[in-house]
């Protein structure tokens, strides 16, 4: 029986009258949901492999619960995938049903909407584990599927409810889809903690602190960029940010001065974190540490308990107890290493620092120098005038070039920069080639920079 499933029908359970959800102005409580996961599940009937292709709504995770609740496979397709790799995931898993709330996106397959699973309420019967896939990000082609088992027993030991908490449920405010492994842990983690979740459908710097406000919000997750965006919102200085006591940071590095600022504003409530779709929690550091320690503001920190971490070759391997079971097609993965993909290195007293992607790394100059992006990006984030920066190769008759492209508050020229980046580096190998200048940087919808969208805008 699935300790995950069993766990999380206990909570809906006890969660009685207590708000879960806060949705586009509408109260989702715990009975509210539980009474709408039996009707869901009752609609949804016997099936095999469901692909999930909803926006950021209390459905989609209640459809997600009733799909494993009929020991269905459940695929979660992303948000920031393009419409051709969501095609090959689906054909990839062998999805038998698409549950979307666009349904002119799937012609020829089983599709269902939320209308068509509003159902009546059948007897429950726990299967014994849980099946998720997550396709791996940046697919072209047929993309790789990861299957996440045992991480939901995990989420089930780790996130329980915190009796005689004085402020009463958490409250959590989720921005990332919910389809993508970091909001569909945030979800079901505040819902196993019996928590309330304030539950966003993309991400607007300006609602962020008006809910932060509103909702006397205590925890959120957020990307550097969103942060950025938040921190140089006008409203951020007139808005009441006391209530966050747990800020956290993924998806990439966060440079240090926007991480002094980030303190400087929400207090020492800001911490960062390392995880992969493949393997969540690898690494993490407390805002104690930060505050304490100002030179750790560059590293991701420590390896959490139950994984392991090693540099081979420059490049992160990792293994342990959050990692997936392997990739669909391929064989488990066991007790073996994941190439990360990404490259760092660690100090002596075992704090990691990343360094780039290794596909993004950037080889220049007749010598092959090897340049990180992301050390650029940081060096040219130090100007006072430049608030966000993105550096990558672009190709030329002579071989790659580094450009930036870059966000700024006042009147400065591409030779400024580049001499910047001069002084901080003291060679010509990490001086962006050219610079050119942007309002915003483009975003996944997970709140990455999309490096993909800058090459082909800036590709000459």
Request: charged fraction near 20%.
């Amino acid at each position: 029986m699935s300790f995950f499933l069993s766990k999380v029908l206990a909570a809906l359970d006890a969660g009685g009258d207590q708000p879960l959800f806060h949705h586009d102005g509408r109260v989702t409580t715990f009975h509210d949901a539980r009474a709408r996961l039996r009707r869901l599940h009752g609609g949804l009937g016997r099936t095999g492999t469901v692909a999930l292709d909803l926006r950021n709504r209390p459905e989609t995770v209640l459809v997600q619960l009733a799909a494993l609740l009929r020991g269905a496979t459940v695929l979660l397709v992303p948000a920031s995938a393009p419409h051709r790799d969501r095609l090959a995931a689906v054909d990839a898993a062998g999805v038998t049903t698409v549950v979307t709330d666009r349904p002119g996106a799937w012609p020829g397959r089983d599709v269902r909407t939320l209308d068509d699973l509003d159902g009546e309420p059948e007897p429950l019967e726990l299967p014994e584990a849980v099946r998720l896939l997550f396709p791996t990000g940046g697919t072209t082609g047929t993309p790789k599927l990861i299957r996440h088992s045992g991480i939901y027993d995990g989420m089930a030991h780790i996130f329980t409810p915190s009796p005689g908490n004085p402020g009463g449920p958490r409250r959590t405010l989720l921005v990332a889809p919910m389809t993508h492994m970091t909001g569909n842990a945030t979800v079901l983690g505040a819902l196993l903690r019996r928590d309330t979740v304030v539950l966003h459908d993309g991400f607007d710097a300006k609602a962020v602190l008006d809910a932060i406000q509103e909702h006397r919000i205590d925890t959120l997750s957020l990307t550097p960029p969103r942060l950025a965006a938040v921190l140089d919102h006008p409203a951020r200085e007139s808005t009441a940010l006391e209530s966050v006591r747990s800020l956290s940071l993924g998806a990439a590095p966060l440079p240090p001065q926007r991480l002094a600022q980030a303190l400087d504003a929400f207090g020492p409530v800001v911490g960062q974190g390392y995880g992969l779709t493949e393997a969540p929690m690898i690494a993490s550091i407390s805002a104690a540490e930060l505050v304490a320690r100002p030179e750790l503001r560059t590293s991701v920190g420590r390896i959490v308990p139950g994984m392991e971490a090693r540099v081979e070759d420059g490049e992160v391997l990792v293994r342990g107890l959050s990692m997936m079971d392997g990739y669909l097609g391929a064989p488990p993965i066991g007790d073996g290493w994941l190439r990360t993909g990404d490259l760092g290195r660690f100090d002596d007293d075992g704090y990691l620092y990343l360094l780039d992607r290794a596909d993004d790394v950037v080889v220049v100059g007749e010598h092959g120098t090897k340049v990180p992006s992301t050390v650029v990006e940081h060096a040219l984030a130090t100007h006072p005038a430049v608030t966000s920066a993105a550096v990558f190769g672009r190709d030329t008759e002579d071989g790659q070039e580094l450009h930036a492209v870059v966000v700024t508050t006042a009147a400065i020229t591409s030779e400024e920069l580049r001499e910047h980046a001069r002084k901080a580096f003291g060679q010509d190998h990490y001086v962006p080639s050219g610079v050119d200048f942007v309002d915003a940087l483009p975003l996944t919808e997970v709140g990455k920079v999309d490096k993909c969208a800058l090459r082909a805008a800036f590709s000459s």
